[in-house]
C-alpha cells in the first residue's frame, strides 16, 4: 500500500464514496509527502467516514452496517491519519465512525461542526461507545485555518440539508483542493451561514482541484433554494383554504421543521411537532443546538410537541410537522378539512400511508418540486463555482460511476475540466497544478459490521454493484440517465443557438 505513495507529492484517493452505482459511505484519504532531510514525511488525513446505506446487498448475514476499509492507513505507521475532517452529520458520512471503535480501533482527532458532534454523541450513547474510546474532537467554524503537518486545512460553511455543514479547502505545495462535502450555491439558508463563495473567490487563483460533490448533477438550473421551499409551502397552504396541514419530514434533515415552522409563522397557523421517537431526538438536538421555536414564535402562535391532552387549544386551523405515514384519529375527522404537503416523497410513500387511506388530500415534489428540501447542487451549481474558479479540475463524488460517465459530454460544453477517467473507490491520484495522475488501483473492498456482545466485528467483501436491490435502480437508471443527459446537452446547445 505504501509502494504508491513512493515519490514526493500531493495524493488524493477515495476509500469510499465513488462507487459503482450508490451513493453512500463516503471517505476520502489526502496524502502530502515531502522530502526531508531525514527521508520521505507523510502526512494524512481523512474526510468523512461514512457507512454505505444498502449493506445488505453485499450479502452477508445480520450485517448492522459496512464501513469503507481505513485498516491499512490505521496500521502503517508511515501513513497513519493524523486527523478525520467531518463535512457533516449525515449518516453516510459519519457513521462509520462508531463502527470502527465498536470494533477495537483508535481513531486520531476528528474535526467538525457543533453540530455534527452533537448527533456524534447522539451516536456514541447509542452504541454505548464509552468515554475512553471517544478520539478527541476539535469543534470548527467557517472560515478556521488548520495546520496538520504539511498541510493547511481552510473550513468553508457549505448550503446543505443540516446545521454546520463544510467544504474544505486542503493546501499542499502541490496543489490546493476545494473539497465541496455536500453541498448547493444556494445562499437563502435559515438559521445557518450558506456557502461561503467570499471564501472560495479569495483562494480561486490557488484552487487547482474541486472534489465536488456531483449528487445533482442530473438536474438543470440551480438546486431549490430554501426560500423557494418556504414560499411554495406558504402558497399551498393559503390556496388550499385547509384548516389542518400535515407536513412530513426527514428527520435527519433540520432544514425542513425550520422551513415548514416557518411557513405556519407566516400564516399564523399553530404548530404540532407529532413523530416517531426517532423524530423526537432530532426534533430535541435543534433545540439543544440552540434554536427555539417558542422563541421565534414570538407568542405569534401556540407551539406543541407530542400527544396534547386538550386538542381544543390546537384552535382550529394548525400545521402538524413531523415523520408520520399515519396520523391516526388524533386530530380528529381531517377527510375535508385537511391537506398533505409530502416533502420528501422518497421517504414518505403517501399512497401506501395512511394519509391516503384517511383521504386526505396531499401533494408532493411530482406536483411542485420545489417542496423538496434539496441538499445537493444542480447542473447550475456547478457551472457557477466553475466560474468563480480559475479553470480547476473536476473531479466528481457523491454520484455513482455510471452518472459520472455519462455527464462529461455535457460537462465539457459547460466549459468545465472535468478529470479523464472517472475515479473509482481504491484508486489513486497524484494531484498537481493542471493534472491528476492516476498512480495506483486495486479493487475495492468494504467491510460488514455485525454485532455480537456489543462488539463490532468486520467481513472484508469485494464492492459490486448493489443496485439491484438499492434506491439508485429504482430511481435512476443507467440508460435513462445517458438519455436525460443527451437531452441536457441538446437544449443548452439549442439555447445557445437562439
Ligand atoms: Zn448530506
Known sequence: MTNCFAETGFYWHPIGGNNIDQISGHCYQYTDIVSTKSGALATTIIVDLGKFDNHQALGIKNSAAAVPDVRNLLKTPFLNPRAIFLTHSHPDHLNGIVHYLKAGYLLPPLYGGKYTKMILEDLYVRFNVSKYQQPDFYCINDGDRIKIGTLEIEVVASSHTCFDSFGFIIKSSEATVYHTGDMKIDNSTYFRKPTNLKTIRRLAHKITHVVADFCGITEDGFAIREVDTFKKIVQIIRKSHKDKIFIPVYPTHPEMYLTA?????????????????????????????????????????????????????????????????????????????????????????????????????????????????????????????????????????????????????????????????????????????????????????WLVVSYSNNCATFNEVWQKPTSGEGFLKRTFSARRCKNKFKMLLLQRKKGNKQ
Open 261 to 445: 415552522f416557518l411557513a405556519a409563522l407566516k400564516l399564523r397557523k399553530n404548530v404540532v411537532f407529532y413523530g416517531s421517537d426517532n423524530f423526537y431526538e432530532y426534533l430535541n438536538l435543534i433545540e439543544k443546538y440552540g434554536i427555539s421555536f417558542t422563541k421565534i414564535a414570538k407568542k405569534r402562535i401556540k407551539v406543541f410537541s407530542g400527544q396534547i391532552h386538550d386538542i381544543e387549544k390546537l384552535g382550529k386551523s394548525f400545521v402538524v410537522i413531523g415523520d408520520y405515514n399515519d396520523v391516526g384519529n388524533f386530530f380528529g375527522e381531517c377527510k375535508d378539512n385537511s391537506i398533505g404537503i409530502i416533502t420528501a416523497k422518497t421517504f414518505f410513500n403517501p399512497l401506501k400511508g395512511q394519509l391516503n387511506s384517511r383521504n386526505i388530500k396531499f401533494v408532493t415534489v411530482d406536483d411542485y418540486p420545489e417542496l423538496q428540501g434539496y441538499g445537493h447542487g444542480f447542473i447550475g451549481d456547478l457551472e457557477h463555482l466553475n466560474s468563480l474558479l480559475k479553470n480547476p479540475i473536476f473531479i466528481p463524488t457523491h454520484c455513482p460511476e455510471y452518472i459520472s460517465d455519462s455527464c462529461r459530454s455535457l460537462m465539457t460544453y459547460l466549459g468545465l475540466n472535468m478529470i479523464e477517467n472517472t475515479p473509482k473507490n481504491n484508486q489513486t491520484y497524484r494531484l498537481e497544478s493542471g493534472k491528476c495522475i492516476l498512480t495506483d488501483e486495486s479493487p475495492a473492498t
